[in-house]
């Protein structure tokens, strides 16, 4: 049974950090796309980064380029998302999804298992 497990939301200001963790259980990970897609309320749940655990290449929105970054321990079975930079726009529950292709990473149809979201807030 594939389990994605989030951790690391908080609350920050404008201009703090948050590192949010996704771990993997029972999945072929090392070969396969780990996503983050967030979603804030009353909006559609959208991308934000994703990764191919396989070879490294990674993908990001344009709302969050050159402030967030992707990366993965594969000994751990675990993807990251580092947030800096962080605005209050940034407010949303953080999913972490996988699956085994993605021909467009960041389109939320393209993954099939779902984490239970974390929230992330930030203040002004």
């Known amino acids: 049974q594939v389990q994605l497990v989030e951790s690391g939301g908080g609350s920050v200001q404008a201009g703090g950090s948050l590192r949010l963790s996704c771990a993997a259980f029972?999945?072929?990970?090392?070969?396969?796309?780990m996503g983050w897609f967030r979603q804030a309320p009353g909006k559609e749940r959208e991308g934000v980064a994703a990764?191919?655990?396989?070879?490294?290449?990674?993908y990001y929105a344009d709302s969050v380029k050159g402030r967030f970054t992707i990366s993965q321990d594969r000994a751990k079975n675990t993807v990251y998302l580092q947030m800096n930079s962080l605005k209050p726009e940034d407010t949303a529950m953080y999913y972490c999804?996988?699956?085994?292709?993605?021909?467009?990473?960041?389109?939320?149809?393209?993954?099939?298992?779902w984490g239970q979201g974390t929230q992330v807030t930030v203040s002004s």
């Open positions: 029972g999945y072929a990970y090392s070969s396969n796309f």
């Open positions: 990764i191919y655990a396989g070879g490294g290449s990674t």
């Open positions: 999804a996988a699956d085994s292709h993605a021909t467009y990473p960041l389109l939320r149809s393209e993954y099939n298992y």
